[in-house]
Structures are given as structure tokens and as C-alpha cells.
């Protein structure tokens, strides 16, 4: 069955480190790859997508996420992490035939110590 | 502005009683889709509709009905057979042309029963 998987439910950093939030996936062929962000109450906001080509995808907000075939993950980073980026974030991707619906990952919840 | 509104932004239901969440977008895509997001979970796919008048059951479809007359609006009702609706409910939609095939979401609608 295809699925995804965020291993880290929680992860707390300060405010200026660096952030590498994981997600790896499971499916048959490459997929289409996301990560978007919500906020408490919120709708979600994408922060940036893989379709094909370079494998490192630039996204709003200082994001930056790199795709690696040879280990099906998609893992988020950011360089210097603002403590308006406290937020969970979630993985999800989506097949390029049939129902293109998205699948998520569980979520990974960001704290951000001053 | 181009978006996707849903609303009531909370609901309240009854034992045995049917809801319906509005969900309208301006952005002239042709797939919607509605997700159930429960507390520590990623979002799980209950419909969706790839084109006006065609819809299509997802992963827990059960209890939930939907309607797609136009374009614009994707309905969804969550009937007395749908035994535990308390969850947050976001609504997206996206184009379908090859390589857009991103999805935009809604604020969301929290059902909370009485």
C-alpha cells in the first residue's frame, strides 16, 4: 500500500538553528511531492512541490526541500529558523494518474525556543 | 481575490441529524476534494471530483455524501449514519492539466457534536 511517513511527531529547536524536518514515501513509481504548513485552526498553506527535474526545490518563507530517489524521501529544511515558523508541517504526495488526491504523512509538529 | 472559502467556520450537529459544509472557489479549477483532518492526524481523503457532475468516493466515504453541480461549489453532507463526525474538515481544489496539478485548501470547518 502506498504511504507516507513523517517520523518525527515533535522536534523543538532555537530560534536562528537549523531545521531538517524528514518525510519518506512509499510508492511504486516517483510521485508528485509537497509540504505544507498549518497553523492552529488553519487551513493549509503550501510551502513548495516536486514534480520532475532538479532535485533541490525552493520554497516560500527561507524553505528548501531535497528530493532522493534512491531513499523515496523529500526531507524540509531550513538554514535559520524564525520563531513565526512554529507551526505542524505535513508531507503528502500524489500520483500523476487516476485519482491525483493527495496522501499525507502524519505531521510533524515545530517548537521554536527563543 | 482569488480562493477557496468554506463555511460555517464551526458547526454544531445533532444525534441523528444531517450537516452540510459549504466549500466555493473562484480559481476556475476543475478538481475539488474533501479531506477529514482528527487531532495528531494527517488529513484523510473522504471525496473528491475530478470534473462537474462526477464524483468519487475516497478512503472513508462512509457516512459522508457530496454534491457537484458546478464548477464552483463541492458540497459535503455528513448524514446521522456517520457515527463519529467530530473532526476538522478542509476542502481543496486544484487544476487538472498535467504538472499543475497542485492543490489549494480552504480555511477548514471544525464539526463538533452536541
Known amino acids: 500500500a502506498q504511504s507516507v511517513t513523517q517520523p518525527d511527531i515533535h522536534i523543538t529547536v532555537s530560534e536562528g538553528a537549523s531545521l531538517e524536518l524528514r518525510c519518506n514515501y512509499s510508492?511504486?513509481?516517483?510521485?508528485?511531492l509537497f509540504w505544507y504548513v498549518q497553523s492552529p485552526g488553519q487551513g493549509l498553506q503550501l510551502l513548495l512541490k516536486?514534480?520532475?527535474?532538479?532535485?533541490l526545490v525552493q520554497g516560500i518563507k527561507g524553505f528548501e526541500a531535497e528530493f532522493k530517489r534512491s531513499q523515496s524521501s523529500f526531507n524540509l529544511r531550513k538554514p535559520s529558523v524564525h520563531w513565526s515558523d512554529a507551526a505542524e508541517y505535513f508531507c503528502?504526495?500524489?500520483?500523476?494518474?487516476?485519482?491525483?488526491?493527495?496522501?499525507f504523512g502524519s505531521g510533524t509538529r515545530l517548537q521554536v525556543q527563543p | 481575490d482569488g480562493g477557496i472559502t468554506q463555511s460555517p467556520k464551526y458547526l454544531f450537529r445533532k444525534e441523528g441529524q444531517n450537516v452540510t459544509l459549504s466549500c466555493e472557489q473562484n480559481l476556475n479549477h476543475d478538481a475539488m476534494y474533501w479531506y477529514r483532518q482528527d487531532p495528531g492526524q494527517g488529513l484523510r481523503l473522504i471525496y473528491y471530483?475530478?470534473?462537474?457532475?462526477?464524483?468519487q468516493k475516497g478512503d472513508i466515504a462512509e457516512g459522508y455524501s457530496v454534491s457537484r453541480e458546478k464548477k464552483e461549489s463541492f458540497p459535503l453532507t455528513v448524514t446521522s449514519a456517520q457515527k463519529n463526525p467530530t473532526a476538522f474538515y478542509l476542502c481543496a481544489s486544484s487544476p487538472r492539466e498535467a504538472g499543475r496539478e497542485t492543490q489549494y485548501f480552504g480555511p477548514g470547518t471544525r464539526l463538533l457534536v452536541l
Open positions: 471530483s475530478q470534473i462537474v457532475n462526477d464524483f
Open positions: 503528502a504526495v500524489a500520483l500523476d494518474t487516476g485519482r491525483r488526491a493527495l496522501t
Open positions: 510508492y511504486g513509481a516517483t510521485p508528485y
Open positions: 516536486y514534480f520532475s527535474g532538479d532535485t
